[in-house]
């Protein structure tokens, strides 16, 4: 076991198993998307409070889990790297960045369309929004920090300090809900016992949220490819792996 | 199979979303586009790695020469 693990410190076999996992990756999650988008937009029943509007909790919830799962990846890949030094962890931080990033400002902007209608506004200081708002800026925090140093090695160190600093922040915006009267609706489907919703809409949401990971998986591999070639520009082994 | 299964998307109460169309759809449209430019500039960006390189290689194997 602890041989795999340590040849995942290696540059050329991640990146080999990365371009091998990619497209089996993006098949699986083009799959369960399709799926969960049909059966969430045509199938599923209307609630029976939000109506029509509940159907945004399909690509909502699915991004909002995602933004954590990102940046948990990041921390810890971080976290890895800074304590055994193994760089292939800062190369994984740097590549789950930008696309935590990204289903972060979905899971905001998402969230504050399904607000409106729900809670007669676009935007509150909510919270469970101004936790994950402020995961946001944790994101732009870590890139721009990476991307300030001139040394690389001395950036990817700084951006994993704070990406493990800022994990405090993750427990936060899980149990926001709990913690702090808030307008954010509580666990739905967290109650893996006993889920708050029936099957005909609890089902495209877990497939919306497998599709999500697995497409994380895939960005991931595919970003981690360029992040290593980037890293290990002049190793003899690029030379086959350009050319390929 | 819910209640909207009967309905069928080319009706126009599927596109009208019970009233909520301006919010459900434009979620939806954000959603697919976010999945888009993850792929176009992950793709992008291992591509421009590869050029980088390539370029790197022969730039060393010029010096050498």
Redesign the interface.
Same mark, same amino acid.
Not at chain 2, 1 to 5: A, E, F, K, L, N
Not at chain 2, 45 to 50: C, I, S
């Given at each position: 076991m602890w041989t795999w693990f340590y040849r995942l410190a290696s540059p050329p076999f991640v990146y080999r198993v990365a371009a091998r996992l990619t497209p089996w990756l993006l098949l699986f999650a083009a799959a369960m998307i399709v799926y969960g988008l049909i059966a969430g937009l045509v199938f599923a029943p209307p609630d029976y409070q939000q109506g029509d509007a509940f159907r945004i909790i399909y690509v909502h919830a699915p991004s909002a889990w995602l933004s954590l799962f990102a940046y948990m990846t990041m921390a810890v890949a971080g976290g890895i790297a800074l304590i055994w030094r193994i760089k292939m962890g800062y190369a994984v931080a740097a590549a789950a960045a930008p696309i935590g990033a990204s289903f972060t400002i979905l899971a905001l902007v998402t969230g504050s369309l399904w607000g409106k209608p729900m809670w007669g506004t676009y935007w509150a200081w909510d919270p469970r929004l101004t936790s994950e708002l402020i995961l946001l800026f944790l994101y732009f925090g870590v890139m721009s920090l990476r991307a300030a140093f001139e040394d690389a090695g001395r950036g990817d160190r700084a951006a994993a300090l704070l990406a493990l600093v800022g994990v405090v922040n993750v427990p936060i915006i899980h149990f926001s809900v709990q913690w702090w009267n808030s307008l954010h609706q509580g666990a739905t489907v967290a109650k893996f016992a006993k889920p708050d919703m029936p099957g005909s809409m609890l089902w495209p949401l877990l497939a919306m949220l497998c599709g999500f990971m697995l497409f994380f998986g895939a960005v991931l591999c595919m970003r981690l490819r360029g992040e290593v070639l980037n890293r290990e520009r002049l190793a003899s082994w690029v030379r086959g792996a350009v050319k390929a | 199979?819910?209640?909207?299964?009967g309905e069928g =998307?080319t009706s126009g109460g599927?596109w009208a979303?019970?009233? @909520?169309a301006r @919010? =459900?759809w434009?979620?939806?449209a954000?959603?697919i586009s976010?999945?888009a430019?993850?792929?176009w500039? %992950?793709?992008r @960006?291992?591509?421009?790695?590869?050029l980088? %390189?390539?370029r %790197?290689?022969i730039m060393?194997g010029s010096e050498r020469a």
């Open positions: - | 199979m819910g209640s909207r299964g =998307v599927f979303m019970g009233g @909520y @919010y =459900v434009p979620c939806f954000l959603a976010i999945l430019w993850n792929l500039s %992950a793709r @960006y291992h591509e421009q790695a590869l980088r %390189a390539e %790197a290689l060393a």
